[in-house]
């Protein structure tokens, strides 16, 4: 008698990123995990797995997650597209700033325009040659790419110089200043996240 082949798997599907589409969703809405969980009746642990992808809500807990978000449940699902996500800042909307008569500040223009975009801020940033005295700390994440010149980003108690088209990225914990090296101009985006 011949043996049964043994059925072969189906692929699996591709994870649903419900998680974190739920997350910016409810950012963008201005709620709180716990607002979130009480304007659907659960408890907040619930939100936080769904978000975390630990949870599969069922299709009633969609329905209402949905509905305290105001979107579609496709929207939340992500089959749906809302053109009002994407955000498109022009050329003409990024001039560069005038730039004072010593060059000795650093000047800074949002590439967001403040829309809200979740986790991240993006800037393109002028340094001027001197750090200053006040040395940076925030929350998150700093990226910094260069697009021009060299730039020196100064620790607590080191420093590194990258140029154009190095990337440094660092926890934004670490106190840190910049300054320009050099008399060529440096231009650099920076980017930070936010959580």
């Not at 978000?69 to 929207?75: A, D, F, K, T």
């Not at 607590?156 to 060529?184: N, W």
């Amino acid at each position: 008698m011949p043996r049964a082949r043994a059925a072969v798997p189906e692929p699996a599907a591709p994870p649903l990123l419900l998680g974190a589409r739920l997350r910016q969703l409810r950012r963008l809405k201005g709620m709180t995990v716990d607002e979130l969980a009480r304007a659907v009746e659960v408890d907040k642990a619930h939100i936080s797995r769904i978000e975390n992808n630990l949870k599969t809500p069922s299709i009633a807990t969609l329905a209402q997650l949905a509905k305290a978000l105001s979107v579609s449940i496709g929207h939340l699902l992500g089959e749906t597209l809302d053109k009002s996500e994407i955000k498109v800042t022009r050329a003409a909307q990024l001039a560069e700033p005038a730039r004072p008569q010593d060059g000795a500040q650093h000047q800074f223009v949002p590439l967001l325009h403040s829309e809200a975009v979740g986790s991240f801020e993006a800037f393109m940033v002028y340094p001027g040659p001197d750090p200053g005295a006040t040395e940076a700390r925030h929350a998150g994440q700093e990226m910094l790419y260069i697009l021009s010149g060299t730039v020196e980003v100064v620790f607590h108690t080191h420093s590194v110089q990258v140029a154009a088209g190095d990337c440094i990225h660092f926890p934004g914990y670490l106190q840190h200043r910049l300054r320009r090296v050099g008399r060529a101009k440096a231009v650099a985006l920076l980017v930070l996240s936010n959580g």
